[in-house]
């Protein structure tokens, strides 16, 4: 788990602006929405309880879907955060059901699948990812997250070294 945690405010980084210079384009996205500005803030700076508080709050008011889309991303994310990985993945999959081409919340998604231990699933977000944007860094770290605690490549790598 502590290597989970040193990972888990790069979901924080991963919110719908996926790096500290794009959070602010991001932020501005919603608009006159303060709650979720607000929670984009507060993710940003890993207070995950009061993100994922402004967050929930922002989107029980009326958004357009794209913003719901990214708040929802965002929600993944602080989700992941605070370490509550199945609301992490129900946010991520029901930001991915308004838009299926999302790859930040399939890599959101993917980083609480591997929070679960659901290592086959993680693969499959990462791979789902990389399908829609190749040149993604964030999907080949949590690609790398994935590979180095999979215990099945972990017992794959070292038969290979016995060999």
Known sequence: MRFLRRFSGLAAILLAGATPVALADSIATFGTNEHLANGARALFARDYDSGIELTLKGLNSEISPR?????????????????????????????????????????????????????????????????????????????????????????????GKAD
Do not use: F
């Open 67 to 159: 913003n719901r889309t990214a708040a929802l991303s965002n929600l993944c994310a602080g989700y992941v955060g605070a370490e509550r990985y199945e609301e992490a993945v129900a946010a991520c999959t029901e930001a991915l059901e308004l838009r299926s081409s999302n790859w930040r919340a399939l890599n959101n998604r993917a980083i609480a699948h591997l929070g679960k231990g659901n290592y086959a699933a993680a693969r499959q977000d990462v791979a789902d990812g990389l399908a829609l944007h190749p040149d993604s860094r964030q999907l080949g770290k949590v690609q790398v997250m994935i590979e180095a605690r999979d215990p099945m490549l972990l017992a794959d790598n070292q038969v």
